[in-house]
Nanobody
Framework: QVQLEESGGGTVQAGDSLRLSCSASGRVFTVYQMAWFRRAPGKERDFVAGINWSGGVTKYADSVKGRFTITRDSGKNTAYLQMNTLKPEDTGVYYC?????????????????WGQGTQVSVSS
């Protein structure tokens, strides 16, 4: 089993920045690919960003391209999501996800491991 724990959420104003962290523990040698999803109020959980094991491949949702950056420190079993120029529409619960394949998937059905989520609220 792999356990994921997110941190770094909070309440900010539009234009501000936040950095989310996702720490993996347990059988982390089986984790190849990590991603961030978010669930906005009243909506389904959507893909935000994903990164492969080496960090050489990243994918982003169109709505966050140029503003968000996903990175990882494999030595620390941690993934990060740097969020800049935040907008009110970025508000939601952000979830870290991981899976045992080294291909960046944008579908939440492909992910095996999930964190509990961290709330991000952006006011206008």
């Amino acid at each position: 089993q792999v356990q994921l724990e997110e941190s770094g959420g909070g309440t900010v104003q539009a234009g501000d920045s936040l950095r989310l962290s996702c720490s993996a523990s347990g059988r982390v040698f089986t984790v190849y690919q990590m991603a961030w999803f978010r669930r906005a109020p009243g909506k389904e959980r959507d893909f935000v960003a994903g990164i492969n094991w080496s960090g050489g491949v990243t994918k982003y949702a169109d709505s966050v391209k140029g503003r968000f950056t996903i990175t990882r420190d494999s030595g620390k079993n941690t993934a990060y999501l740097q969020m800049n120029t935040l907008k009110p529409e970025d508000t939601g619960v952000y979830y870290c996800a991981a899976r045992e394949y080294d291909f960046v998937s944008q579908s939440d059905r492909d992910y095996t491991y999930w964190g509990q989520g961290t709330q991000v609220s952006v006011s206008s």
